[in-house]
């Protein structure tokens, strides 16, 4: 069904021809196996060092399956085979880090109300194989109606138990067909983005206009980029070597691979769902960690989405389907904290809030965790050699999601004395003017609005308005947009206040919603310094700076990079947003994100004649 | 001197012939500014992304000198390019996961009475440049007398102050220069190797006959693994990308460069503290991230040597010799408490121990932490054909600094029936006795066993033995031996005890001396069973499995290699111990030890006409 609605990009790309089939399937009821094709018996397990090449007879075996395949070759490949363009893509992009332009969303618009989503609501979530007879599940859209739907669970000793019962198959599995899993997972989910950006809309408040194509896009770029640099990470390490002999001792045959760290956590953000848990998600299945996932009780339905997809493949390839869990939390039952307090459980995404963090840290050291990206994003306005085209862009971030993702601009830093544009020297009080007469255009018609403000996820944002609206000179006023057919629709526009650049407390605190401060300073140098001691108390995901003076420019980035934080110069219009704000965020994705979830060891014995 | 009594290894490698100039020199009196021969202003620093490259006009100039050194390169490359040899050496022996054999330090056997280390005894240690006139240090020989040394330190703040005044200039190095630097570091420390090795065995108790060429040697191997892992991780990178035009967006131009977390901090260990501080001090090097090494109250000296010597090449070089820094902690002032909980502090290299784990994940939950690795290593023993070789290669590894390495065996599994040999069947007390003969012989000459087995480096260490010793009964007794010349010298021989397998409580637990326990099992699959639940539950640096059954060397080297553990098959005599474990625990140092020390970041521009 949602494949009809929404199908994929006709242009033929390589591996879609070869796996169509496949993902026109419907997921959820798999035949199971079906992807094996052979009944000869499965090869040894990749990591299986000790099994293949340690017989004192004669030349060693061929290296662990992880690198090659020494037995039963066509059968672990096959899946693998099927999305090898696929894999060349990605593999492709990662090395010159951008994303894979066939495998984009296309950006077709969804509306507001459910149609893939309908179908979901109001009833249990099924997902084949899961454990336990309890159910959990109250989230409610933030364009107001609940979902009622309800998901199933497990004790957290129950989920640890399946997980570790799953551990030795992923493991056995072997990297080729870990990497084809990971990559149908992809091409099966990349066929429901529709439904997945519909349950982004109505957990997180995602706007329809960006949920697909940014929401479900960049995650699944970011997701295909896990899963290259997980694969090849393998396939890099050497597989056997001869070390010569020492002094009186023999000479020495050394074989190497990659072992998993035991069960992963990931634990769930409320905005940004899917392109926090993607990443890590793929990185575990291609490095064969069993992955636990606990959503935010907030945004439960995106990544159950997920989940049941990769258990589908997972049992479709052979593979017990509890390598990738669901697991609920709600506020009586902390149940991400239970299950990273297992000795089990070696690694932990989380979204990066610092009472976790520290909880964590204290609570289980021994675990390694991988915090999302948090902070306050600086802009530093100098000069423009294209006025309408920075406030649109201004307004476009400030706008989109209405302010609630980690991307968006918050600290907006202008000289007291204005700055230099192609239109003749403005003021400060002309660039708050020309802010405020940009947002007023992109949210004079409420319906095209709404589609890029969405909805507010959490009420709690809203309530800090009143308070903060008293602290500042309001530039652009917040209002409550109707959207038609959601009556109790929580919407808000854009809050813009004008401060002092000497009063820091009140806007260097990282805000969650839809408030922006322009910032008056001494001038552009003050604006640097600012915006730097900001990143370096609280952080930041990027930084943007606007002038026409290629010493400010180099200054202002010299800055900013120094303190780790990628910069956008120049930019304007809609591509300071959302989608290509993450892509530039997304340089966190390296070879040490999934190296960490792996040991290499080594074995090695006496090469006697 | 020094270089005179211990001389470069005699045949001529393609570096030593380059460096040996430098080599030569006392670095304790270093020129300044002497590597620097140009009066040519310095090049742009490498992370400075944005300074070269973002001007608006032509075609964009070359990426940052991380990758390529766009002005002066023949200041700045001189170092790297007198290194050349090695560097390249170096990469390819990391690829290939081995030693650089030519880099080997020569198995000269230096004597306990201090020679190399007699001028710096009792007496205030001297660091050119160093901080404060604040002087700590009461370091005590295992062997029986106060060190007597002094070394300068200061407050956290004031080290923390230093780290950041000198964070820039690292930085603005450029990674040709950061990597020359690191390269001859190590060339001296390499020349300095006897004293290193006398300062190991008057602090941590290492033996003579192996702290130079191992203690010293390994760490140096290791340090050049970092080294060469921090530099290709750089040289890897991506430099300048167009990425296309996305619908109406002008397309984007992208530049890349690591930049570096910030300080960061080095917990020295009390038993080894050079191998276990020099990857990271390297790798933090190579990488811009301006280190304080905290050596362990106990073990000060072997470090304030290496602080000492890169600090004289960073000055010589023409950087502050504050990138590294040396700070003195106490039982009354914990320096590295109050480092590591500095926001600055963002990256923490400690030796594992579980209580500072707890508190830096509690304290610092935004820094990352490195442990070096700890664990109970079993060994489990189903049949040899090479029984006299099995048990003196046991009773090495048990008696090579006093068993007091994490890499020294402590449970041994033997069946209740016996084990195959090439003698025939032998008994489990048959085994026990081979073991406590070769122990035997091993020690029988006293001078030459305490050049094996050091000396105790903490009284605590001997104090569990008697109630140990109740525990079991009595295999090999612990006897302390004569040192002459020093008759405070605190010894002992390995104390090894049989226990039924039922008694975990008694066995599993770490020991940290030299204590072993021959563990009798049911059969072998229990002995299998056993070690991997005590991996499990302690972790391990390395597992031993003998077996003339292939079925068993496979089912072992599988259950252990699933924890993330490596592992010897059969192997034995002296390179069951010491050195060569070390060199395969190695296996940890991977592009993820360097990766984390650096963030990705990018910098980006549209590309106008």
Chains 1, 2 share one sequence.
């Not at 893509?89 to 969303?105: C, G, K, N, S, Y």
């Not at 959990?136 to 859209?141: D, P, R, V």
């Not at 000795?343 to 932990?348: E, G, I, M, Q, T």
């Amino acid at each position: 069904m949602t494949n009809r609605t929404h199908p994929l990009r006709p242009t033929p790309s390589p591996w879609q021809g070869r796996s169509s089939r496949l993902v026109q399937r419907q997921p959820c009821k798999p035949k199971r196996r079906r992807l094996v094709r052979s009944r000869r018996p499965r090869p040894p397990a990749t990591l299986q060092i000790g099994d293949a090449g340690l017989s004192r007879k004669g030349r060693p075996r061929p290296p662990p399956g992880g690198r090659t395949e020494p037995r039963g070759k066509v059968t672990m490949s096959a899946l693998l085979e099927t999305h090898r363009g696929l894999l060349d893509a990605a593999l492709d992009a990662t090395r010159q880090r951008r994303p894979v332009p066939d495998f984009a969303v296309p950006a077709t618009p969804i509306g507001i109300t459910p149609k893939a989503l309908q179908p979901l609501l109001d009833r249990p979530f099924e997902l084949d194989g899961a454990s336990g007879a309890a159910r959990l599940g109250a989230e409610e859209s933030p364009f107001g109606f609940a979902l009622a739907i309800t998901y199933p669970t497990a004790e957290a000793s129950e989920l640890q138990r399946r997980a570790e019962a799953a551990r030795t198959g992923l493991a056995r599995a072997g990297l080729a067909l870990r990497t084809g899993i990971a990559l149908e997972t992809l091409v099966r989910l990349r066929a429901q983005a529709p439904l997945l950006a519909e349950a982004l809309v109505h957990t997180t408040g995602a706007p329809a206009s960006l949920a697909e194509s940014s929401g479900v896009g960049s995650a699944l770029q970011a997701a295909l980029t896990a899963t290259a640099l997980a694969y090849e990470a393998q396939k890099r390490t050497p597989t056997s070597l001869l070390r010569p002999a020492v002094s009186d001792e023999p000479p020495r045959r050394l074989r190497f691979g990659y072992v998993p760290r035991g069960a992963a956590l990931i634990r769930g953000t409320a905005l940004q769902p899917i392109v926090t848990a993607l990443p890590p998600l793929f990185a575990n299945l291609v490095t064969a960690n069993p992955t636990l996932v606990v959503p935010h009780p907030s945004a439960i339905l995106p990544l159950a989405l997920v989940v049941r997809v990769v258990r589908a493949v997972l049992a479709e390839a052979g593979i017990g389907p509890d390598a990738v869990q669901l697991g609920i939390e709600t506020a009586d039952t902390p149940l991400s904290r239970q299950l990273a307090a297992l000795p089990a459980v070696r690694l932990v995404d989380h979204g990066g809030e610092a009472g976790f963090a520290a909880w964590l840290g204290a609570n289980a050291p021994g675990t390694r965790g991988f915090a999302a990206s948090s902070g306050v994003n600086p802009v530093v306005i100098d000069g423009t050699d294209d006025m309408d085209g920075l406030c649109h862009g201004l307004a476009y971030s400030l706008a989109a999601h209405s302010g609630q993702t980690p991307t968006r601009p918050q600290t907006l830093f202008v000289p007291a004395d204005g700055i230099v544009t192609e239109q003749g020297h403005l003021s400060f009080e002309a660039v708050a003017a020309g802010l405020a007469q940009a947002l007023d255009r992109l949210v004079a018609e409420p319906a095209a609005a709404i589609d890029l403000l969405g909805a507010i996820a959490d009420p709690a944002t809203l309530a800090l308005f009143p308070r903060l609206q008293a602290l500042g000179r309001i530039v652009a006023e917040s209002r409550r947009l109707p959207v038609e057919g959601f009556a109790k629709a929580r919407t808000a526009t854009p809050l813009v206040l004008a401060v002092e650049a000497t009063r820091e407390a009140v806007y260097a605190p990282p805000q969650a919603g839809p408030i922006a401060f322009l910032v008056r300073t001494a001038d552009t140098a003050e604006s640097i310094e600012r915006a730097a001691h900001g990143i370096a108390a609280h952080g930041a995901v990027l930084a943007r700076v606007h002038s026409t003076n290629d010493h400010v420019v180099a200054t202002a980035a010299d800055a900013f990079t120094a303190l780790g934080v990628s910069v956008g110069c120049n930019v304007t219009g809609a591509g300071e947003g959302f989608g290509e704000a993450l892509d530039e965020a997304a340089t966190w994705l390296d070879e040490g994100f999934v190296l960490d979830r792996m040991r290499l060891v080594a074995v090695h014995r006496p090469e006697r004649g």
